[in-house]
């Protein structure tokens, strides 16, 4: 394998690795308030039809972005109303949100544009293009950077530079702020934060907020910066695999990064079973890699690599004792 | 308010199918959606030419989960509709199962396979290795790098099948040429994930292929869209995709499932069952598609040596290796 290719293979890990990256930084907030959220799945489907629908109509991305977010949020409101508010189970309203999200995109997008569930292709200012970073073109020749700036570094669209700022940000944002601490706290004994006077309800609600604006980039990123437009059920299963990678992090932000890396890794090393052949002389199932994330994930619950001990009231709606 | 009224409005139309006249066929669309702007949308515009020309109705479904097949099957046969058209293979068993259920009623599955067929069903299949080699001889001769692509869908005999014949028209054109092949998964979600689509594509240009042909649904959209962003060109596969990118898109494979629907629908109760159908080169039910969208990427020579191979399987002369014959394929490793 020559260094061109790692970089192709690398380029290939980050834009596959960005989705999952926001969608696991979302569920994060949403689990480390102690709200599970199975329903990342369904929230980035309903974000990748808005914002390409949207876009398609107006012509403009970022409007799209916006309407994206906001369809992804309303989701949110729905799952908090369930979990917080009426104390119902996050496990059955997650899966409904999934329910609702892939019908209804195909149903609207049907009665907006007629065309089979799909939106029109988008183009020019309606989709999110790549950004070449500042000197780039320039330094694209010199040998080992230049590649590896104008190649992996540059070039992506901005919603991935977003991605990878959002990771420090939920750090400092969890680490190291007061509304950090109370996020965390929530999670793990409400009834203390409660004691302390802080309203374990508006926490929550705040935690899903946050989870329904990373889902809803998420969601366009899907829609109007890899692809030029919804397909029905195109975030064909991404949400779960973020899921896992938020297992596999053990609900912390930097781990979640890498998490994510590895898993678009192997995805990118899926599309290039010749460069696995030329590197291990095997010929290496691609199915295998698709199947490594959850393989990895059940080994880690099974508890083989350290363990993973989700936040102690994550699943608990809390009831205020009389 | 609009939303509930519409779907009021679902369920008053579904009540009222429900008692409609009897014997009207019944379509029911595979997982890859009625709109895959390929295969399933191709059953779809044969039943709707049916309909527009005939004056007739007919129902239709889109499966959401493998479970509901044979509840699907199940409920048209017990309402009275006939014939059943179902389209793709993994219908074959459930129609196999419940086909001595219901023996007034005639069941139709495109693409399917069964030891035995039952005396009310018909199995329709197309030799697409026949078309695929046709654009695969187009794809060698565009291609200038001498590596040309192919992306498949679901990993499953047919889709190899197509492979197999893409590969051997484009050896037959350029023995040294280099055919680069890819599965999209091994699970039916392989057929709705055009994102993965667009990275085994830049997958294979960055490998070298500058034509790349798609025989996977909804993928399809994600590889043809990359190719044409990526300035390369593609090839679409069962419906007329030319003019999803006009000037990107060299060619279509064209699996005529339109034509099967429609006549299975005019034969109606009538239709001859209990055997195979098998629609090819000779029967119009593969092609490639030549319309104004792609006439300036067909070159004069291309168009002769398509229409010369296509005379010569027809005829017999030049037998294009099927991937079933003895699952392996002579010009690709999987």
Redesign the interface.
Same mark, same amino acid.
């Given at each position: 394998m020559d260094y061109l290719t790692l970089i192709q293979l690398l380029d290939s890990t980050v834009r596959l690795a960005t989705p999952l990256l926001l969608a696991c930084l979302a569920g994060l907030f949403s689990e480390r308030a102690g709200i599970f959220d199975i329903g990342l799945e369904g929230k980035m489907l309903a974000a990748a039809f808005f914002s390409a629908a949207v876009a398609a109509l107006s012509g403009n991305v970022w409007v799209g972005l916006l309407a994206g977010i906001g369809a992804s949020m309303v989701l949110s409101a729905v799952h908090g109303l369930a979990s917080i508010t009426f104390r119902g189970n996050q496990l059955i309203s997650g899966v409904a949100i999934n329910f609702l999200a892939a019908g209804m995109t195909v149903l609207i997008a049907q009665d907006w544009f007629r065309q089979g569930g799909r939106t029109p292709s988008l183009s020019g200012g309606a989709r999110f293009d790549s950004i070449t970073l500042p000197g780039a073109d320039a330094i694209a020749d010199t040998p080992f950077i230049g590649p590896l700036y104008a190649e992996l570094i540059s070039g992506h669209s901005i919603l991935v530079y977003m991605a990878l700022a959002a990771v420090p940000l939920t750090w400092w944002l969890l680490f190291r702020t007061r509304f950090g601490l109370r996020l965390r706290a929530v999670g793990e004994n409400p009834a203390a934060v409660d004691t302390a006077g802080v309203s374990v309800v508006a926490l929550r609600y705040a935690a899903v907020a946050i989870c329904g604006l990373l889902c809803g980039i998420a969601g366009a990123y899907l829609s109007t910066a890899l692809q030029a437009g919804f397909v029905k059920d195109m975030s064909a299963g991404r949400g779960f695999i973020a899921l896992a990678a938020l297992i596999f992090s053990k609900w912390r932000p930097w781990h979640a990064l890498y998490a994510c890396l590895l898993f678009g890794l192997f995805g990118a090393l899926e599309t290039r079973p010749d460069v696995i052949e030329a590197v291990t002389t095997l010929k290496v199932n691609s199915a295998l890699l698709g199947a490594l994330p959850y393989v990895m994930t059940v080994i880690i619950l099974a508890g083989f690599i350290g363990k993973a001990i989700p936040p102690r009231a994550g699943g608990e709606p809390y009831v205020k004792e009389r | 308010m609009t939303l509930m009224t519409?779907f009021l409005g679902a369920v008053a139309g579904v009540a009222l199918s429900a008692g409609a006249a009897l014997a009207e066929p019944a379509l029911i669309f595979d997982l890859g959606?009625?709109?895959?702007?390929s295969f399933n949308?191709a059953a779809f515009n044969g039943a709707q030419r049916w309909a527009e020309e005939t004056g007739g109705t007919f129902r239709e479904i889109e499966l959401?989960s493998e479970a509901q097949r044979e509840q699907a099957l199940r409920r048209f046969a017990e309402a009275g509709a006939n014939p059943v058209i179902t389209t793709g293979f993994a219908f074959a068993d459930p129609v196999n199962a419940v086909a001595g259920d219901y023996p007034d009623t005639k069941f139709v599955n495109i693409d399917g396979w069964m030891p035995e067929v039952p005396a009310n069903v018909q199995l329709i299949g197309f030799q697409e290795h026949q078309g695929s080699y046709l654009v695969g001889m187009m794809a060698a001769m565009a291609s200038k790098s001498g590596k040309v692509g192919f992306i498949g869908g679901m990993?499953i005999p047919l889709i190899r099948h197509f492979g197999c014949g893409y590969a051997q028209g484009a050896k037959a054109v350029n023995p040294d040429i280099e055919v680069?092949a *890819?599965?999209t998964?091994?699970t039916p979600?392989a057929w *709705?994930?055009? %994102?993965?689509g667009?990275?085994?594509t830049?997958?294979q240009i960055?490998?070298g292929a500058d034509v790349i042909y798609a025989a996977a649904g909804?993928t399809g %959209?994600?590889v043809l869209?990359t190719a044409a962003?990526e300035n390369i060109l593609s090839i679409g596969v069962d419906s007329n995709q030319n003019h999803?990118h006009p000037g990107k898109v060299l060619t279509s494979m064209l699996k005529r499932v339109d034509v099967a629907v429609y006549d299975s629908m005019k034969a109606g109760v009538d239709m001859e069952t209990g055997g195979f159908t098998t629609l090819g080169l000779a029967e119009d039910g593969v092609g490639v598609a030549m319309d104004e969208n792609n006439a300036e990427l067909v070159s004069a020579d291309m168009k002769a040596a398509v229409e010369e191979a296509r005379q010569k399987i027809i005829d017999g002369e030049l037998e294009v290796v099927a991937y079933y014959a003895n699952d392996s394929c002579p010009a690709l490793d999987f």
């Open positions: - | 519409k959606g009625k709109f895959d702007k949308e959401q990993d680069i *890819n599965m998964g091994t979600s *709705n994930d055009p %994102v993965k667009s990275e085994l830049k997958a960055s490998q909804g %959209v994600g869209q962003d999803l």
